[in-house]
C-alpha cells in the first residue's frame, strides 16, 4: 500500500503563494509519476502539475493555467513531492489532492489513471 498526505494549505490574497507538501509512505518502490490533481466546487478533478519518480526523474509537466506560476519538485530521499505555487488567482480556489501511480507514460492528467490519493488540502485565494 501507498500511503499519500498533504499538506500546506490555507487562505492567501490574490498574488500571494503557498507551497504543498505531499508525504509519500509504504510501498514506494514501484511509483513512477506523481500529480498534484485540484478541484473546486462544480468542477471535474484536473491536474496541475505532475513529476517522473523513477528513471527519466525530476521531468515536470504542468497544465497551461499553471505554467509559469507553479513548480513541483521532488525529494526521493525524504520522500516528499512539493508544489510551489505563486502569483495565486482567486480560480486557483480549490482542494489540492496528491496522486501517484505506478505507469509513467499513461495521460498525465487522467485521474482514473491512479490508484493511489491523498485526502486532499484546501486552498483558498481571496481578497
Known amino acids: 500500500q501507498v500511503q499519500l498526505v498533504e499538506s500546506g494549505g490555507g487562505s492567501v490574497q490574490p498574488g500571494g503563494s503557498l507551497r504543498l507538501s505531499c508525504a509519500v509512505s509504504g510501498d514506494t518502490d514501484g511509483i513512477g509519476r506523481i500529480t498534484w490533481f485540484r478541484q473546486s466546487s462544480g468542477k471535474e478533478r484536473e491536474g496541475s502539475a505532475s513529476i517522473i519518480i523513477k528513471s527519466r526523474s525530476g521531468v515536470a509537466v504542468y497544465d497551461d493555467s499553471v505554467k509559469g506560476r507553479f513548480t513541483i519538485s521532488r525529494d526521493n530521499v525524504r520522500n516528499t513531492v512539493t508544489l510551489q505555487m505563486q502569483s495565486l488567482k482567486p480560480e486557483d480556489t480549490a482542494m489540492y489532492y496528491c496522486?501517484?501511480?505506478?505507469?509513467?507514460?499513461?495521460?498525465?492528467?487522467?485521474?482514473?489513471?491512479?490508484?493511489?490519493w491523498g485526502r486532499g488540502t484546501q486552498v483558498t485565494v481571496s481578497s
Open positions: 496522486a501517484a501511480r505506478f505507469p509513467i507514460d499513461a495521460a498525465w492528467n487522467t485521474a482514473d489513471t491512479y490508484n493511489h
